[in-house]
């Protein structure tokens, strides 16, 4: 069940993310639940997959209990920087080009910023992991 999540993970929160994104001219009502439920879905899901890929190296036998640990711990502090990188990079981005050229302009371009500091924290953290 895990193995089938983790395959199709980028899917799924992909779909919450346009139905977010459809849900703010079509339903306004139910953007807060679906806002609220795509990144608490995400958290949980990338936590359970960051002690998943750690527990079968434990149970292989590569690291004890307190590498596992130190190792969960590394990832998830990891994880949460690279959202906190991403937050800011992004409603920096979406505030400033939001209130030049409208709402839509600034969506898109949070989203990209968002996108390109995470991609750039993850290569940088990968780089210093190694």
Do not use: E
């Amino acid at each position: 069940m895990t193995q089938l999540l983790q395959k199709y993970f980028p899917w799924n929160t992909l779909a919450l993310l346009a139905a977010l994104i459809i849900s703010l001219v079509r339903y306004p009502q139910a953007t807060p639940r679906i806002s609220l439920l795509l990144p608490v879905l995400s958290l949980c899901m990338a936590g359970s997959f960051i002690v998943q890929k750690q527990w079968v190296r434990y149970k292989g036998g590569q690291v004890i209990g307190l590498r596992f640990t130190r190792n969960v711990l590394l990832d998830i502090l990891g994880l949460l920087f690279t959202i906190a990188a991403a937050s800011y990079v992004g409603s920096l981005a979406g505030t400033r080009l939001g209130t030049s050229y409208g709402m839509w302009a600034g969506l898109i371009a949070g989203i990209a910023c968002a996108f390109l500091a995470a991609s750039t924290v993850r290569k940088l953290l990968g780089s210093y992991a190694s």
